[in-house]
Structures are given as C-alpha cells and as structure tokens.
C-alpha cells in the first residue's frame, strides 16, 4: 500500500471539494479556488470532511498514481487555505530587486535591468535583498520561484547571484598563484 497515497487528507473548515465526474476535482477556500483533473484510474471519495483516495489494482503505475493524486490533492486543499510561499536571497555586490507596481526589477550585474511582470494569481514581495513569491499554486509559486533564480543563478566561487533562502551552495576554493 502506498504509504502516502493511503493517508486521508482532512479538510479544514472553509474549503469545500467537489468531485464532478473524470476526477476533475474543485477546491474553494478563503485564499482562492483551485481546478485540476486527477488521474481517472484513482477514486476520490468524500468521507466525513475527509478525503479518501483508493486504487483499483497494485500495477507498478497504479501505485505511483496513488501517492501522486494524494499529494496534488493536498497541495491544492493546504494552497486555498493557507497558501505558499518561496524566499529566494539576492547576493552579491550592487545586486538589488525592487518592486514597481506589478513588476519585479532585478540588477544583476546585467548591462539592463531585468524586469518580470507578477503572473495571473502570484505575488512577488521584496524585503530588503530577499524576495518571497506568494500564491496558492504549489506548482506555480515553484516554476516562477525557478524562473527568478535563472535569470542569475549562484556561483560556486564568491556566492554571487540568487539563491533559495534554504539552498547551501558549495563553495570552491579559487586558483593559487605559482610560487
């Protein structure tokens, strides 16, 4: 039995999950509405303000599917009701972000500023040389998480660029002169 597909997802009071038919599942909460359609093979059922997801057979895919509706249909319930957030760090001399409106400007180090516009349903917040991406989309507060720490990633030499605020980047030490 998969260990995590097994597990009921409790739901808090208000959020409300309707299950229409094809597994297309909707979750409303006081952040926002969520719409995915889950995997077909699975059945999602509604238990005493519990969600309870079984499999028809234990195949090697069934059992991946298992865990994986689970863990979307709890990101989805745990995303309306509280939502998430990813903190990246900016580091590095002469190194800002600042926000301007709806849109987020990073120097770094480029000869032009880059500037990205805040998707539909996320939110980007600057505290001094941090930046925290908010939304109730697991998957998209990640992708555009991602998306910020791409346009300048960390080096492994001075630590320069943008980082995850959990992310340990492993120095390496620089060349030595000949003696």
Do not use: C, W
């Not at 028809?56 to 319930?77: C, E, F, I, Y």
């Not at 709806?102 to 941090?130: I, M, R």
């Not at 001075?158 to 002169?177: L, N, P, Q, S």
């Amino acid at each position: 039995m998969s260990r995590i597909g097994k597990m009921p997802i409790a739901i808090p009071a208000g959020v409300t999950v309707d299950i229409a038919e094809n597994n297309v599942v909707t979750v409303k909460g006081p952040k926002g509405t969520l719409t995915r359609e889950l995997p077909r093979e699975m059945t999602i059922a509604l238990e005493n303000s519990e969600i309870v997801i079984t499999r028809p057979d234990d195949q090697k895919k069934t059992k991946a599917l298992h865990g994986l509706t689970r863990a979307l249909l709890n990101n989805m319930v745990v995303g309306v009701h509280e939502g998430f957030e990813k903190k990246l760090e900016v580091n590095g001399v002469g190194y800002r972000a600042a926000k301007k409106g709806k849109t987020l400007a990073l120097t770094l180090g480029y000869s032009h500023p880059v500037e990205l516009e805040d998707p539909e349903g996320l939110e980007t917040v600057v505290e001094g040389q941090n930046i925290i991406v908010k939304g109730i989309d697991k998957e998209q507060v990640g992708q555009f998480a991602a998306i910020i720490r791409d346009k300048r990633r960390p080096e492994p030499y001075k630590g320069k660029g943008i980082k995850y605020a959990d992310e340990v980047i492993r120095r390496k030490v620089g060349k030595t002169g000949k003696k």
